[in-house]
């Protein structure tokens, strides 16, 4: 059994910075690819970044490409999303996702496990 649990959402002023955290447990080959994905009322579900927790690979959405980063610290099972620059269409809530490979990383339905989701807002 995994588990995904998120913090860190808050709301801040545009240009500004946010770091979401998502602690995972249970088997660790079920989330060898961990992922940031966020909706938007009224919108789908869109991958934002990626890592494959083995080999260290990270996948970026086109826009958020140099300004959010995704890493990990295996001791503490644990992926972050470090968000700069932040713009108002960033506003979305937040999940963390697992799955085993990072094959379309970017497709909400290829995820079986996700967290419960923190909640973004960014303000002009």
């Known amino acids: 059994q995994v588990q995904l649990v998120e913090s860190g959402g808050g709301s801040v002023q545009a240009g500004e910075s946010l770091r979401l955290s998502c602690a995972a447990s249970g088997s660790s080959y079920l989330r060898n690819t961990m992922s940031w994905f966020r909706q938007a009322p009224g919108k789908e579900r869109e991958g934002v970044a990626s890592v494959d927790t083995a080999g260290g690979s990270e996948y970026y959405a086109d826009s958020v490409k140099g300004r959010f980063t995704i890493s990990q610290d295996n001791a503490k099972n644990t992926v972050y999303l470090q968000m700069n620059s932040l713009k108002p269409e960033d506003t979305a809530m937040y999940y963390c996702?697992?799955?085993?490979?990072?094959?379309?990383?970017?497709?909400?339905?290829?995820?079986?496990?996700w967290g419960q989701g923190t909640q973004v807002t960014v303000s002009s």
């Open positions: 996702a697992a799955k085993r490979y990072s094959f379309r990383w970017f497709e909400a339905r290829e995820y079986g496990l």
